[in-house]
């Protein structure tokens, strides 16, 4: 019966980490720009990550960058860098760092921050008058950010 409890209690608790992921504002970022702890505090999926990779309504990570080795990709970028081998050149911890802020890695970069929702300028009601106002939700969720990463580290 203890045993029953206790496996059960840590099954909750699994469930609950991975239901309330770190709010983006509450991302911890290290000195380089690296986001050690896990948003979800479950490991991302490799397969989905590549579907919000190559997605153009998802991370359209394509539009930027190309890897060599997945002749799969319909129309890849070559504005940022190649990612064949990241998987090797770069942790996980860093590789979580540059999607949820790429900023915090390479100052001035045109990657989009996909983990953050404040902090922005907002000039289009100068020009059009639709700016949104209120909250933004993040381009890609928790959980999407985590699948991507896993995605990437398999590129060695």
Same mark, same amino acid.
């Given at each position: !019966?203890?045993?029953?409890?206790?496996?059960?209690?840590? @099954?909750?608790? %699994?469930?609950?980490?991975? %239901?309330?992921p770190?709010?983006?504002? $509450?991302?911890?970022?290290?000195?380089?720009?690296?986001?050690? %702890?896990?948003?979800?505090?479950?490991?991302?999926?490799?397969?989905?990550?590549?579907?919000?990779?190559?997605?153009?309504?998802?991370?359209?990570?394509?539009?930027?960058?190309?890897?060599? %080795?997945?002749? $799969?990709?319909?129309?890849?970028?070559?504005?940022?860098?190649?990612l064949?081998?990241?998987?090797?050149?770069? @942790?996980?911890?860093?590789?979580?760092?540059?999607?949820?802020?790429?900023?915090?890695?390479?100052?001035?970069?045109? !990657?989009?921050?996909y983990?953050?929702?404040?902090?922005?300028?907002?000039?289009?009601?100068?020009?059009?008058?639709?700016?949104? @106002?209120?909250?933004?939700?993040?381009?890609?969720?928790?959980?999407?950010?985590?699948?991507?990463?896993?995605?990437? @580290?398999?590129?060695?």
């Amino acid at each position: !019966m203890r045993l029953t409890t206790l496996t059960l209690a840590a @099954s909750l608790a %699994a469930g609950a980490a991975f %239901a309330n992921p770190v709010a983006p504002a $509450d991302v911890v970022f290290t000195d380089d720009g690296a986001v050690e %702890a896990s948003l979800t505090g479950a490991p991302g999926n490799p397969e989905q990550g590549f579907k919000v990779f190559s997605d153009k309504k998802q991370g359209n990570c394509v539009a930027c960058h190309n890897i060599e %080795a997945r002749t $799969d990709l319909s129309f890849p970028g070559n504005v940022g860098p190649m990612l064949d081998g990241v998987g090797e050149n770069r @942790s996980v911890a860093e590789l979580r760092g540059i999607l949820t802020n790429s900023k915090n890695t390479f100052e001035g970069t045109v !990657m989009p921050a996909y983990y953050k929702v404040d902090g922005f300028t907002r000039p289009g009601d100068d020009y059009t008058g639709k700016a949104p @106002s209120g909250p933004l939700s993040p381009l890609l969720s928790a959980e999407q950010i985590e699948d991507v990463v896993a995605f990437l @580290s398999t590129l060695k």
